[in-house]
């Protein structure tokens, strides 16, 4: 494929994941019902015998049909992309670059794909590597870890009280979080922020699942004594 091929085929992909991400904002909550949320079981831990999401999209990539599997994930997947990669940059704008990127890069390598792993915990280990060198980036260009919410700010610019609050919520938790070693935080963002299993939460950190587990209760650990702390000082 000449490299001309290549940019049109990223572009057309590019625009696949541009219309999915539209209609699934309109569609009532369609995506959380996709994405497994609400339910005990992630798309690859259906009922025994159920054809899975996972199943749709090996299919597709088997068929030679990109297109279909990049729509599928980002139909099912994606919302739980944007929330991992919004937990770790703390920037909508940047938050939703990164995960359209990280579907692009995912389309780029479908075939890198390893089927005993589930493709949403294959998609989260793309995305956090890629929010991870965007924030390395960042401390050497700024010199420190930017928050893009200015805790400080005086609420005083048009919002109502409660979103006021509700952003000062934001920033305390976000604090909170940059007191946990960025191992356990990452596992942590993965287990509640992406609804990932702990199984699949190793598999996104090339750990084993017990190991995922004892990282994330060592955050939520963590996060205990640092709110109870901050409670004693209020």
């Known amino acids: 494929m ?43 831990e259906t009922e025994q015998g159920e054809p899975t999401v996972d199943d749709e999209i090996a ?13 599928l994930c980002a139909r099912h997947h994606g919302p739980a992309l944007g929330r991992l990669c919004m937990s770790m940059l703390g920037a909508q704008a940047d938050a939703e670059d990164l995960a359209q990127e990280t579907l692009l890069d995912a389309h780029a390598g479908l075939e890198g794909w390893r089927r005993e792993g589930s493709m949403r915990a294959w998609l989260m280990a793309i995305a956090r590597r890629k929010c991870a060198r965007h ?9 420190k870890l930017q928050l893009v919410h200015d805790a400080d700010r005086a609420p005083d ?38 609804d990932l299993s702990f199984r699949e939460v190793g598999q996104a950190c090339g750990i084993e699942e017990a190991a995922a587990r004892k990282r994330v209760s060592r955050a939520i650990a963590t996060l205990r004594e640092t709110l109870r702390e901050e409670g004693q000082r209020r």
């Open 157 to 194: 610019s048009g919002g109502t009280e409660s979103e006021v609050l509700l952003k000062q919520r934001a920033e305390r938790a976000r604090a909170a979080l940059e007191t946990v070693r960025p191992s356990e935080r990452e596992a942590l963002l993965l287990r509640y922020g992406s």
């Open 2 to 44: 000449s490299s001309s091929d290549k940019e049109q085929e990223k572009m057309g992909a590019s625009n696949v994941v541009r219309l999915d991400a539209a209609g699934s904002n309109g569609s009532n909550g369609a995506g959380k019902t996709a994405s497994g949320e609400g339910s005990g079981t992630t798309s690859s």
């Open 59 to 71: 299919a597709a990539i088997d068929a030679g049909d990109s297109r279909r599997a990049l729509l």
């Open 135 to 143: 924030i390395e980036k960042k401390v050497r260009r700024k010199g």
